[in-house]
């Protein structure tokens, strides 16, 4: 099996950095597209950012500009460095991998999601 673990949450105020990470561990053979999701109360679960192995990266355009993604391949770690943060940013963040098990096995993984919250 393969896990997800997020890390770096927490409140911080307008205008503030946080930066957060999810490692991968487990049987894994390689790991193709990383990506951040979001998902704010009431609110259905949107992309934030992505990255794939080569590092090409996309952003939602509600946070480009502001947040980076990037990934250690060394490591099955992607970030997310999150600047200039809003109050409408806060959610519960969640890390997604795109995991190769095999040479022909593939499957989808979320991580348990991290709260952020941005508040005065």
């Known amino acids: 099996q393969v896990q997800l673990v997020e890390s770096g949450g927490g409140l911080v105020q307008p205008g503030g950095s946080l930066r957060l990470s999810c490692a991968a561990s487990?049987?894994?053979?390689?790991?193709?597209?990383m990506g951040w999701y979001r998902q704010a109360p009431g609110k259905q679960r949107e992309l934030v950012a992505r990255i794939t192995n080569g590092g090409n990266s996309d952003y939602a355009d509600s946070v480009k500009g502001r947040f980076t993604i990037s990934r250690d391949n060394a490591k099955n770690t992607v970030y997310l460095q999150m600047n200039s943060l809003k109050p409408e940013d806060t959610a519960v963040y969640y890390c997604?991998?795109?995991?190769?098990?095999?040479?022909?096995?593939?499957?989808?993984?979320w991580g348990q999601g991290t709260q952020v919250t941005v508040s005065p």
């Open positions: 997604n991998a795109n995991v190769s098990l095999s040479t022909i096995h593939t499957r989808r993984y």
């Open positions: 487990g049987s894994i053979f390689s790991i193709n597209g």
